[in-house]
Structure formats: structure tokens, C-alpha cells
């Protein structure tokens, strides 16, 4: 790119999503609302992929969104015909300004954005003016792009849609397992990372489900995707205090039922920012190289851990944290 275009006098952009994260999205949509409000007249434009799919398509300020046909994880060397199919097919659409912040140096994705938007293409590899060094959070790195689009004192907070008919799901479930439940609250303890390296183990999760009961008399309750249900009851067998499994279905499950939640303990993952959204006092468990992406929450207190684990860390600070919010 010769050089970076002002935001305001573009009319039709399309953002390239190279993770498939939920939380990466959750943390990059406040700056698509920020090109927006900017630029209240342009078309924007996302391609995307996973579980950011499913979040983005529900957001107001975005007017497109293209599924890309890629998993869960963007890989070299994958699926070089259909995302040449998938550019080609894109590419008709003559956008203004085609815009990468996922810095995937492959040469598949490479070529994808390239096919798409010819010399329109603004990354980090390609801008004429250095970012510099990348900011280590996400959020910051995607910020320093917009002030180059002409995008001003940015907000960083973003929407957590709340879904009425997963708000009633969660209540009928509440209200059916937990006999005095009349919206008290509960305690939401999420094990699962995106990696075993982020994830809480057995006897981690057994040791804070024994700290919770000596501390409150809030239910504990853990969220599980289909295909977690039973590594989550191979996780609980043995214990005592009451905790119930939640099966979230759609992302809009799992926002519903931290919007109910009076803590949060999870490892880094998508839940630490749907907490951060809702301003939840939250617990998070971060290793050496997730801390970078810590949560933008003043209510949430972060556990230090060694490198290898999530599960490796003092549990007198986990009990510190927790005194601290309930």
C-alpha cells in the first residue's frame, strides 16, 4: 500500500479475520464500532471464521460478514484451492481498503488477502509506516492500526449480546436444579482452555470447588460444550459440594450465563473477556505467554502461573483473589 487511506473517505472495507477465536473477536469488535462511528456512511465488511463467526454476525455496525471456509485454527499450507475459490469470489467486490491485524505470515493467507485487494491490502507487513514494536495486547496492537486510518480516541469496551430466549434457558435451568434459587446468583467455574496448558486439572478444580464451599453458599456451576460433558464429569467424580454442568450450545449460552454470575474463575480463554464485557469480578489463571491478552477489567484479579501451566501456581493467591470478591 503506497499509502494508508483516511477512514472518512472510505465507503466499503473488508476486514480480515486470520484467528477464529472468540475472545480475539470479542476484543477486536470495539474497533469496528470505532470505524463506524468515525465514518458513519461506510460498509463494513468481515471474514471470518470459528466462533467469531457466530459472535460478529449478531453485531449492529457490521453490514457483511463472510464465513470463511476454514476450522478452528488458521494453518500453513491449508486449504489452498478453496480459499483461492473464496478470494477470487471476494475480490468482485472491489473493496476500498481490505485490512489484516492478525500478523499470519502464510503464504496461504498471504496470497488470500492479496487476490482480494491487489495493492488495497493495509498489515503489518505491508504498511509504509512502521507500527513499530507490536503492543503485546491485542486490543493495543489494533488500536495503533486505527490511528493510522484517522480513527481517534477509540472506545475500548464492547458489547456482550444477550439473547432473551438463552436468558430464559439459563433461569428454567436455575430454577429446576437449585430448589431455593431466586436469582442469587452463582459462582461460574470454567476449567477448559483452548490448549491443555490453559486448562484447570482435576485436582485444581477440586481445590478451588472446596474453597468455594468454605467461603459461600453460592451454587458453583460449569460450562460445557457438547463435546465437554464427559471430561467434565470425569473431572467432578469425587466431588462432594454441590456443582452443576451447564451445556452451552452457541456462544450465546455461555454469554447468558456469565451475564448471571456474581464470580467468575476461569483460565485464559474466551470467558475471561466475555467477563471483561459484562464488568464481572472474575479470577483468571495465566501463564507467561497469555498474559500479554490479560483482561481490560478493574474487577478482575489475576493469578500468575509458571509457564508450562495453568495449573502450576500458588493457591494462596487464588485464595487472596477470591477473598477479594465475594
Known amino acids: 500500500m503506497k499509502s494508508i487511506p483516511n477512514v472518512r473517505f472510505l465507503k466499503n472495507i473488508l476486514i480480515l479475520r ?18 463506524k462511528r468515525t465514518n458513519p456512511k461506510i460498509k463494513i465488511s468481515v471474514a471470518c471464521f470459528g466462533s467469531a463467526y457466530e459472535y460478529l454476525k449478531e453485531l449492529p455496525y457490521i453490514d457483511k460478514i463472510y464465513r470463511l471456509p476454514i476450522p478452528r ?27 489484516d491485524t492478525s500478523l499470519k505470515p502464510f503464504a496461504n493467507w498471504t496470497l488470500f488477502k492479496h487476490i482480494i485487494g491487489g495493492d488495497k491490502v493495509l498489515d503489518y507487513y505491508t504498511s509504509p509506516i512502521p507500527f513499530g514494536q507490536v503492543p503485546g495486547r491485542c486490543v493495543d496492537h489494533e488500536q495503533a492500526v486505527l490511528a493510522q486510518l484517522g480513527v481517534v480516541k477509540p472506545n475500548k469496551s464492547y458489547e456482550i449480546p444477550l439473547q432473551p430466549a438463552k436468558l ?17 446468583g452463582y459462582i461460574l467455574l470454567n476449567p477448559f482452555g483452548s490448549i491443555a496448558a490453559r486448562s484447570l486439572d ?73 467477563a471483561s464485557g459484562l464488568r464481572k ?26 509457564p508450562a501451566s495453568v495449573n502450576l501456581f500458588e493457591f494462596s493467591a487464588f485464595e487472596t483473589a477470591l477473598a477479594g470478591l465475594l
Not at 24 to 33: F, G, K, V
Not at 204 to 220: F, G, S, V, Y
Not at 237 to 266: H, M, N, P
Request: charged share 20%; glycine share 4%.
Open 168 to 184: 430464559a434457558k439459563r433461569d428454567a435451568f436455575l430454577k429446576q436444579h437449585i430448589a431455593d434459587y431466586k436469582g442469587k
Open 281 to 306: 469480578p472474575t479470577v483468571a489463571f495465566y501463564n507467561s505467554y497469555s498474559i500479554a491478552n490479560d483482561p481490560d477489567n478493574l474487577l478482575a484479579r489475576i493469578i500468575h502461573t509458571a
Open 73 to 99: 485454527v488458521l494453518r500453513p499450507n491449508q486449504r489452498w484451492l478453496t480459499l483461492l475459490w473464496y478470494a477470487l469470489k471476494l475480490r468482485r467486490k472491489h473493496f476500498d481498503l481490505v485490512l
Open 18 to 35: 486470520g484467528e477464529g477465536s472468540l475472545g480475539d473477536a470479542l476484543i477486536s469488535s470495539c474497533c469496528y464500532r470505532e470505524i
Open 202 to 274: 482435576k485436582m485444581n478444580i477440586h481445590r478451588i470447588l472446596k474453597e468455594l464451599a468454605a467461603r459461600t453458599h453460592l451454587p458453583a456451576i460449569i460450562p460445557c460444550m457438547p463435546s465437554q460433558k464427559a471430561r467434565a464429569q470425569a473431572y467432578l467424580q469425587g466431588v462432594r459440594q454441590g456443582v452443576l454442568l451447564y451445556e452451552t450450545d452457541s456462544v450465546f449460552d455461555l454469554f447468558a450465563l456469565v451475564a448471571g454470575a456474581k464470580v467468575v474463575i476461569t483460565p485464559d480463554t474466551a470467558v475471561v473477556h466475555i
